[in-house]
């Protein structure tokens, strides 16, 4: 019998056995061999033995081996590694990018800039109304170079100010707007314009307990390991304070930690609205999560008592809820309640003396409810009784329904240590995204988010963020590069809405077919005759499209969306009119309205909103789409806005 004979009898049941080990499986999947092809290659292996070794070593593997041992597995693999990366290099490779892209386990070496620096960071814990954020922005104005970081468009203005106000020239930099201040050292802006690649002397990061938000976290995690600062202050509530240590760890960095308590103490209003909302006071808040219950709520307090109201929810612009704040804490003003959504929770300083929840549930996705997290309700009702307003004594928190106060009683009481953010938020790095699709030929975006999404490798002290919005405009946009498309996933535009998603996929169609950009331009004389709220309805849609616009004049190449100046004197018109249609509503409406959906017939040349070029968008007659209409009609109409 030959030695080819006998090899082939004798060891292929070691070559079995080699193929089914553990660590055989491990050691290759280390150098980037897939569990596919180290399957599919394994017979090629075996003849590539049977013929492409020198006669010695088969004369070995023939006679002298005849048991599966430690050994003889080395002795393999010095074989089969070698072959592999010599025959099957492109799959290789192609492997390699894909591995590479979707490990995510160690997010903190993204940053070498940040990790070549021994950072020394700060976590400020407390509630509202401790003066954690004060404190840590003392250190931003004695420092020759700082950066702050907000949740909020409103919270990096409020920054801007306090430290301009204070002699420290500071710019401010959102995903819409730009204020460049000659010869400052300091930028105010939105957590996720952080500029990762420059030097700060102090950064402050603000409601670190973001980190978890299942939208946004990712930005929260981008800031706390990639920003190169000297000194960084993390400032929130302490429920975020294990997870960060955690991070701590895995960067190698010191952490030090100050607790703060509430300047005065929160408690408890049992007693409630007995008499329902005509028992409201001078300094209350309520606080409703839908713009029908707010101005329901608003118009029933304005008829039943003398008090007139403010109101302030997330679609407003950040310009129009500050002018909202200025009415409701000026004594003089005449405006002495408030009623607003959770967007109250963070960024404004108000006079409120007490914050009365019309319900404990949030409306989610669909028709579903959710009660609001322990942070939530911590963080809402300790806008009560603030430091610097006239009731700073103490503050109060209550229910409009008394069966709510138990929940809200338990909330309050939880103890910090209770709450626990327990993983951040991630997602890839552009490079990581291109490096993917590199291995994916012929793939969509919306193919390679979705793998990310589905395979990606994460550590237990991260998740990957909700990209479903990213995926539903990725999905249509395919004829962009890669890394537009990419950046228009990212776009501040809530494409639920099919007004808005119009408007992006309008944008974007423009942009792909190489025209020029110009920012639409609303007639709002033609929203006179409408119902005040009507009005308001569509002028806080006009803002939202500008806004998108601006968003994307700043990431696109600056000769295709031009007119920055122009569309930032649109919108400062469009928010004076907000300003004033808020000034009409008070006090001009009976409790129990409900926005109607009908609309007065429009004029001959009333369905345009120009895009300065003189091209017509078809629109519903007020200058935006409607929505309405299905994807079909669009498509056939030739109308993406």
């Not at 700073?392 to 709450?419: H, I, V, W, Y």
């Given at each position: 019998m030959s030695i080819a004979v006998r090899f082939h009898e004798r060891y292929s049941k070691l070559l079995q056995q080699f193929a089914k080990s553990p660590s055989v499986r491990e050691t290759a999947l280390k150098q980037y061999i897939s569990e596919e092809l180290f399957k599919r290659t394994m017979e090629l292996f075996k003849r590539f033995l049977s013929r492409g070794v020198d006669a010695r070593t088969t004369e070995y593997l023939a006679h002298h081996v005849p048991t599966y041992t430690p050994q003889y597995e080395s002795l393999l693999l010095s074989y089969y590694l070698p072959y592999m990366r010599e025959e099957h290099a492109a799959e290789i490779l192609l492997y390699t990018q894909k591995s590479t892209s979707l490990d995510l386990r160690e997010p903190h070496t993204w940053y070498p800039f940040a990790r070549a620096l021994k950072r020394k960071i700060i976590y400020h814990a407390g509630p509202t109304n401790s003066g954690k954020t004060y404190n840590a922005l003392q250190a931003l104005k004695t420092c020759e170079t700082g950066l702050y970081c907000g949740p909020l468009r409103l919270l990096a203005l409020e920054a801007y100010d306090t430290l301009n106000a204070a002699g420290v020239w500071c710019s401010l930099m959102t995903g819409e707007e730009q204020r460049e201040v000659p010869g400052a050292g300091h930028i105010a802006c939105t957590v996720e314009m952080a500029p990762i690649n420059r030097r700060w002397d102090v950064a402050v990061?603000?409601?670190?307990?973001?980190?978890?938000?299942?939208?946004?976290?990712?930005?929260?995690?981008?800031?706390?390991?990639?920003?190169?600062?000297?000194?960084?202050?993390?400032?929130?509530?302490?429920?975020?304070?294990?997870?960060?240590?955690?991070?701590?760890?895995?960067?190698?960095?010191?952490?030090?930690?100050?607790?703060?308590?509430?300047?005065?103490?929160?408690?408890?209003?049992?007693?409630?609205?007995?008499?329902?909302?005509s028992d409201v006071k001078a300094g209350d808040c309520i606080v409703a999560f839908s713009k029908k219950a707010i101005f329901n709520i608003k118009a029933e307090i304005e008829f039943r008592t003398p008090h007139k109201v403010c109101v302030i929810y997330g679609q407003l612009p950040p310009e129009t809820r500050r002018h909202q704040a200025r009415l409701f804490n000026d004594t003089d003003s005449g405006y002495d309640v408030l009623v607003a959504s959770d967007a109250v929770g963070m960024g404004l300083n108000l006079n409120i003396r007490r914050v009365v929840f019309h319900s404990l549930n949030k409306p989610g996705r669909g028709f579903t409810y959710s009660p609001l997290s322990v942070s939530a309700v911590k963080q809402i009702a300790g806008r009560a009784g603030r430091r610097s307003?006239?009731?700073?004594?103490?503050?109060?928190?209550?229910?409009?329904?008394?069966?709510?106060?138990?929940?809200?009683?338990?909330?309050?009481?939880?103890?910090?240590?209770?709450?626990?953010?327990?993983?951040?938020?991630?997602?890839?790095?552009?490079?990581?995204?291109?490096?993917?699709?590199?291995?994916?030929?012929?793939?969509?975006?919306?193919?390679?988010?979705e793998r990310f999404a589905s395979d990606s490798r994460l550590d237990g002290s991260f998740f990957f963020c909700d990209l479903e919005d990213s995926l539903a405009v990725a999905e249509t946009l395919d004829q962009l590069t890669l890394k537009e498309r990419y950046q228009l996933c990212l776009a501040p535009a809530n494409i639920s809405r099919d007004i808005m998603r119009d408007w992006l996929l309008f944008f974007a169609t423009q942009y792909a077919a190489g025209t020029t950009v110009f920012h639409p331009t609303f007639d709002m004389a033609q929203l006179q005759p409408l119902d005040k709220l009507d009005k308001l309805f569509h002028l806080e849609q006009y803002n939202t499209v500008i806004t998108l616009w601006l968003w994307l004049s700043y990431r696109m190449p600056n000769d295709t969306f031009p007119?920055?100046?122009?569309?930032?004197?649109?919108?400062?018109?469009?928010?004076?009119?907000?300003?004033?249609?808020?000034?009409?509503?008070?006090?001009?409406?009976?409790?129990?309205?409900?926005?109607?959906?009908?609309?007065?017939?429009?004029?001959?040349?009333?369905?345009?909103?120009?895009?300065?070029?003189?091209?017509?968008?078809?629109?519903?007659?007020?200058?935006?789409?409607?929505?309405?209409?299905?994807?079909?009609?669009?498509?056939?109409?030739?109308?993406?806005?």
């Open positions: 990061v603000d409601e670190i307990q973001m980190l978890g938000d299942e939208s946004r976290g990712s930005a929260w995690t981008r800031a706390v390991l990639g920003l190169p600062a000297n000194e960084l202050h993390l400032c929130g509530d302490g429920s975020s304070l294990e997870l960060v240590k955690t991070l701590c760890r895995a960067t190698g960095e010191d952490l030090q930690v100050i607790q703060y308590d509430r300047f005065c103490p929160l408690n408890i209003d049992f007693e409630g609205l007995p008499g329902g909302l307003s006239q009731y700073n004594a103490f503050g109060l928190a209550t229910c409009a329904n008394p069966r709510d106060l138990a929940s809200l009683k338990e909330s309050l009481d939880t103890p910090m240590q209770a709450m626990i953010t327990p993983r951040a938020g991630l997602q890839p790095e552009y490079e990581q995204v291109e490096l993917l699709a590199m291995s994916m030929p012929g793939a969509s975006l919306k193919e390679v988010l007119g920055r100046s122009s569309a930032q004197a649109h919108q400062t018109c469009i928010i004076d009119a907000i300003d004033d249609t808020l000034l009409e509503l008070t006090g001009t409406r009976r409790p129990g309205f409900s926005r109607s959906r009908r609309r007065p017939p429009p004029s001959h040349n009333a369905g345009t909103g120009n895009s300065n070029d003189g091209s017509t968008i078809p629109t519903n007659g007020y200058g935006v789409s409607s929505g309405a209409r299905s994807s079909q009609q669009r498509r056939q109409s030739g109308s993406y806005a």
